[in-house]
């Protein structure tokens, strides 16, 4: 597709549950970001892929949180055991090389109830 | 710790007039700064952006400055059109490469007809 692709647009999940999220990037952008906007507050960071390097995981905010992905192409973002304060818009970006103007998915909605 | 702040989460401003959109940043380590737009349930837009080898950057109706010594940067759009009412994000990267932004919390555009 022409842009970055997130699902589902919106999860509902009890608390305890695991959610996974995914993100397809544009094709042929190296660099994969996550980042997660709580209600009020700003995009926070959460990790970063680049190509076939180790990702920056920095932003994790606990070891619930981890993501994977595949080949280069897709990413997938897994909370296990869900609380309530990981309720948030989930926002993935991908960009080509040398760019720090990414482009934002449109998100995913996450509530935990 | 806010290394990117917005202090004023709205502006009200009339149709035609200019809004001028402000942020400070903490970390003089920055040296790439970008402004997003976001819509109601889609993801940020990349807006615009500057290097702090350089004080300003436009782009039709988008102009941002940039006062290092200050660290401090705004957003001015002129003349403002109602289709600009969004929430506008200021992000700050070290370096114009893949590399993680530093976002602010937002600040609410209200363009009034």
């Known amino acids: 597709g022409a842009g970055v692709s997130q699902s589902p647009s919106n999860k509902v999940t009890e608390k305890g549950k695991d959610v996974e999220l995914r993100c397809d990037p544009i094709?042929?952008?190296?660099?994969l970001y996550w980042y997660r906007q709580s209600l009020g507050q700003g995009l926070e960071f959460l990790i970063y892929f680049q190509g076939n390097s180790a990702p920056d995981k920095s932003g994790l905010p606990s070891d619930r949180f981890s993501a994977e992905r595949t080949g280069g192409s897709v990413s997938t973002l897994t909370i296990q055991r869900t609380q309530q304060e990981d309720s948030a818009v989930y926002l993935c970006?991908?960009?080509?090389?040398?760019?720090?103007?990414?482009?934002f998915g449109s998100g995913t909605r996450l509530t935990v109830v | 710790d806010q290394q990117v702040k917005q202090n004023s989460p709205s502006l009200s401003v009339q149709e035609g007039r200019i809004s001028i959109l402000n942020c400070d940043y903490t970390n003089s380590m920055f040296d790439y700064f970008l402004w997003y737009k976001k819509y109601p349930a889609e993801g940020p837009t990349f807006l615009i952006s500057i290097s702090s080898i350089k004080d300003k950057n436009e782009d039709g109706r988008f102009t941002v400055f940039l006062n290092k010594s200050a660290k401090h940067l705004s957003l001015h759009i002129v003349p403002s059109q109602p289709g600009d009412s969004a929430v506008y994000f200021c992000?700050?990267?070290?370096?114009?490469?893949?590399?993680?932004?530093?976002f602010g919390k937002g600040t609410r555009l209200s363009v009034i007809a």
């Open positions: 992000a700050a990267s070290r370096g114009a490469g893949n590399t993680p932004l530093v």
């Open positions: 094709s042929g952008h190296t660099a």
């Open positions: 970006a991908s960009s080509p090389d040398n760019s720090a103007g990414y482009t």
